[in-house]
């Protein structure tokens, strides 16, 4: 089944004219890698719709205002701000490339997403939050209607990340249980000694 099938006519539009002032916005939510922590997730967007007012988490905030290179100045930040089910969410603008997954019968490839902006900031939550799958949900809005989602990419996890000077590469992926072991033990002696 084709993700065309799911967007609405403005959308279509936008995405096949060969001039529009439409403009289509992946959002990025990095999910918080501790369930049990109360910490926010990381919003990205690779466009913006307008100036943020409230773009700090606490935790970034906290985490990294002993870090060199952090600055305490206001800031102006630009990303998209949308509400949804009465909760404001804001995404941060990022320059970045986002490869999406092809449709094959032979299963879900794979997300590639390359970051053009490095800070210290960004290399410090690299270094201490992904040392395992981070779960992440990719949303394709308008930037005249962010509030509503034209396609979703859930239930990604990155898997990947790489860092130098000028960019940041996570690949993520979808959990395959086709790759896991079933069942997870062998019907062997040690593990099942009532069976021999």
């Known amino acids: ?88 969410q804001e995404f941060i603008f990022l320059p970045m490339q986002i490869n999406l997954p092809p449709e094959q019968e032979t299963g879900v490839g794979n997300i590639n997403i390359t970051i053009n902006y490095v800070t210290p900031q960004a290399i410090v939550l690299i270094r201490k939050y992904l040392t395992e799958p981070v779960k992440v949900t990719i949303e394709l809005v308008l930037a005249s209607s962010p509030s509503t989602t034209e396609v979703i990419f859930d239930n990604f996890w990155i898997t990947s990340a790489t860092y130098n000077a000028q960019s940041i590469n996570l690949q993520l992926d979808m959990i395959s249980f086709s790759r896991e072991p079933f069942p997870s033990f062998n019907f062997t002696p040690t593990y099942f000694p009532g069976l021999f």
């Open 1 to 88: 089944m084709t993700r065309l099938n799911t967007l609405s006519a403005a959308a279509i539009k936008a995405m096949f004219s060969s001039e529009t002032e439409e403009q289509l916005i992946m959002l990025i939510t990095i999910h918080d890698p501790d369930p049990t922590g109360a910490d926010y997730p990381i919003r990205l967007a690779d466009g913006f719709t307008g100036r943020l007012t409230g773009a700090t988490t606490s935790w970034t905030a906290q985490e990294l205002e002993t870090k060199e290179g952090y600055t305490t100045d206001i800031e102006v930040i630009y990303g998209v701000t949308r509400t949804v089910s009465g909760v404001t």
